[in-house]
């Protein structure tokens, strides 16, 4: 049987619906979002089916908002970021287009992008989550199909894996599935808002990164010996992060989340050429982290594919943390509940 391809799964969910534009424009926006139990590692490359489970909290207030239009005339699809335009060439361009490809509703037909990205780029914060979640949402409005969360979040998956949890906010698993056709990979909310809830974003660099998370947790999977422990580990950190979650017990979710990441981490290490994401600032902010937690703070870590540390703390310890990392950017999750 031949693979699935990404437009084959399109073509599952839309069943009869038309991509003809049926409205002048869709708009939307898409909450970021930071994994507490991390996506690491796929079943299926093309369409984006993970081999576990993974859990996150959106950024609030802080993602993605798209405009989405048809070109009258043109060549190609124009894309604005932030305001400028960018060049078909560009690896940006080129994902957005090769994503609204698969709604096209003919060749010649272009659309116009707008994407203004509210998360502090300077803070290194991934946007490839909000984009492909808030490109999604703008394209069910503009062709007015009115798809459920749960068919949003499958085509959000298309354009990136962790986009799947973009579609929510709050705490949101995403569920691996097991079918080929991934039609069972999907996110879902977790009950449960946390007002307290704190990150920090603690800027170590936001050089381009060196190797992409695709081809890092492809590389680990394939040939780190220990890639064979995360399945196990994930599935252990999961249960003790939705309980954490249920019981606002502070402590045991830091903990646990602290040490998912850790472990993400140690895979890449045993894998060949080697992964290693931080910087010995990483490093250094990782030891003031333990020695402040060693003096009684309540302060815990993640980190995911690239150098910056994400604090995880709560709303009364702010001012300790301010005071201890200077120019943190700090995240309410939960603002407004
Ligand atoms: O969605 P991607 O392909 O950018 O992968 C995200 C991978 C991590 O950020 C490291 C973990 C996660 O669950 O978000």
Redesign the pocket.
């Known amino acids: 049987m031949r693979a699935l391809r990404k437009a084959d799964v399109v073509g599952l969910v839309l069943g009869k619906l038309s991509c003809m534009p049926q409205q002048a424009e869709g708009r939307a926006f898409a909450p970021s979002?930071?994994?507490l139990?991390?996506?690491?590692g796929k079943r299926n490359e093309e369409l984006?089916l993970p081999i576990t489970s993974?859990l996150?909290v959106s950024l609030g207030h802080l993602g993605t908002t798209t405009l989405i239009t048809m070109r009258s005339g043109g060549v190609a699809d124009e894309i604005l970021l932030n305001g400028a335009a960018v060049p078909t060439r560009q690896a940006f361009a080129r994902g957005v287009t090769g994503f609204l490809n698969l709604f096209r509703p003919n060749p010649s037909m272009f659309y116009r992008v707008e994407t203004v990205n509210t998360v502090p780029t300077a803070a290194g914060l991934?946007s490839?989550?909000s984009g492909f979640a808030a490109l999604t949402l703008a394209v069910d409005q503009l062709c007015r199909w009115k798809l459920t969360s749960r068919q949003l979040s499958i085509l959000a998956r298309l354009g990136?894996?962790?986009?799947a949890?973009s579609v929510y906010r709050g705490f949101v698993e995403w569920k691996a599935g097991a079918n080929e056709n991934g039609m069972d990979s999907f996110a879902v909310p977790v009950r449960g808002a946390w007002p307290e809830l704190r990150l920090g974003l603690v800027k170590v660099s936001t050089a381009e990164k060196a190797i992409?998370?695709?081809e890092a947790?492809k590389r680990t999977r394939l040939t780190s010996a220990f890639y064979e422990a995360w399945p196990v580990k994930v599935a252990h950190d999961l249960l003790i992060i939705k309980e954490a979650i249920a019981m606002r017990d502070f402590k045991t979710l830091g903990q646990t989340t602290e040490s998912n990441a850790l472990a993400?981490h140690a895979t890449g290490l045993a894998a060949w050429p080697p992964v290693l994401f931080w910087l010995p600032e990483s490093v250094a902010v990782m030891h003031r982290i333990w020695a402040l937690r060693e003096a009684g703070l309540a302060l815990f870590f993640t980190m995911?594919?690239g150098p910056n540390v994400k604090l995880l703390f709560l709303a009364a310890d702010t001012p300790a943390v301010q005071q201890h990392f200077p120019g943190v950017e700090i995240v309410t999750p939960f603002a407004g509940k």
């Open positions: 979002n930071i994994a139990c991390k996506y690491w984006n993974s996150s991934a490839s989550a990136s894996g962790s986009a949890r992409s998370s695709r947790m993400m995911d594919a």
